[in-house]
């Protein structure tokens, strides 16, 4: 499985529309290099099919508008938005399968996170992650 | 810094802060929100509590934030910035068009100690900017009409359904295959191909070859295996045009490809696989055709699982003006050319006109004009004779009144009709009151006929 992280000053990108580079990680191989590649500097659908390319997966990302989410949901890509926090971390919870939404949710957005994961339960249940949150 | 909730209004500035409608908050030398006013907490959706020491980007999270920070700026600068538009991005995921304004805060030596940012949500200025220029437009699809802006809502909701099977009906040239295109562009499928396909364009035999690709020595001349569209779009869009014109057995193999996604190659022996997703158009009237036995029931109900009817161009003659300048615009850059506008007299000859052949054929008239056109405005003599003649030539020097006048007319005549003549009907879809309705009819002369759409003749 293959996981984008949008990336800006060590952290997570506050806003996906406007992100300039993701950090690609694949679960399959924690080991490997931690890839950095630069977005489209397009629109936030440019950026999606960017990443639908790249046969993204799952990507975790700062705020973004419900409608691009939406646009990302159709191309099979989990979305973990308004995530806010170190890079790090949350590179490390998610290969450690640590549920993390709620921990390093963006201030105010607790709700935002918790709809995403019951919907991505009542959906297609894609990710372990997902699955995990279930139990 | 002292951070200073304005939770207790202590003091008359905090106080000010607190009645304003415009968004203010406050950082410190490390990017921390140290004061968040009650406007900043209902724009932003976030509360105070939870603003307070956090950093301002993962707060405020605008479309400035990473890239264009202004409040950076600033600091760096030591000039404020007045007026930046941008976005924000609420914590309910909704886009908030903002404008912002910065300071440099100092305490008492004159010593940064950190920032001030001003927002204004320009949301009511931006829909009514929006409502003024009455603007849609989704992929190459362009309008203000609110019928097509419904049409425009519902494309983006197909879209995202990756395997619905859609019926698009319409006039030839509303754009039928422009919409599939939006449909296939804003889905899932979008990096696979799209394919087309003009079903009423082929003689059954071939459209058979065409759709399912055949094997070597299927028939006299097949030399090699060919592939066919279905094959050629493989997870894509194939987008079957003039669906209506098929064969009853044509029809039902295409209903057993939709019932169990696999089809056979002609003289082939195994089933493929097909993964595609199906997109009709049909300018007939499809259940019109199943009533009269024409065309199979059960393929009309596989195909038209969402349906899309695209309104003829004479029911939305608003679109006439903003279309033309979409034209002129698209053939300046593909023919080089620097034609500005389009002189009254000939809008006023478009407008008049009842475009039976819809967007295509404005296209048309747009770019035989540019071949005859030496100036930088279109003038009426460039139009088609058939154009010049629908109105006199006198009646084209029109003042601004007489052409509201004839739209007004045009507008009231076809809702009218497509009411019925109900005229209480027709004055609820113009959104006015059924006495400004008549009063319109006799001022424009309009001429109605005896029944009046209330009872069944």
Redesign the interface.
Known sequence: MKAAFTI?DG?I???F????QIVVIQRSDPSSTQQCTCLPTGSA?EKI?FL??QQIDVLVC??????T???A????IEVL??I?GCQQEIIKCWLNDQPFEQHFA????N??CRQTRRRCRRGRGKTDHFKQGES | MKRKPFDTVGTSTEAILESICDGVFTVDSEWRITSFNRAAEQITGTSREQAIGQRCSEVFRSSMCEANCALRQTLESGQPIINRSGYIITAAGKRVPISISTAVLRDKDGTIIGGAETFRDLSEVEALRKQLKGQYQLGDLISHSPAMHDIFNLITAVASSNDTTVLIQGETGTGKELVAKAIHTLSARASEPFIALNCGALPDNLLESELFGHKKGAFTGATIDKPGRFALAGKGTLFLDEIGEISSALQVRLLRVLQEHSYEPLGATKSQKSQVRIIAATNRDLSAMVKAGTFRQDLFYRIQVVQIDLPPLRERMEDIALLTEHFISHFNQLLNKQITDISPEAMACLVAHDWPGNVRELENIIERAFVICPDSTIARHHLPVALQTAIPRDESHLDMQTHRDSHERQLIVSTLERNHYNRSAAARELNIHKTTLYRKINALAIPLPDADGRRKP
């Open positions: 800006w952290r990108a506050p806003v529309d406007v992100a300039g659908t099919l639908h390319q700062g705020a973004m508008t419900q409608s989410q939406l646009i949901e159709a191309h099979g938005p308004f806010a963006m201030p105010g957005c709700g935002r």
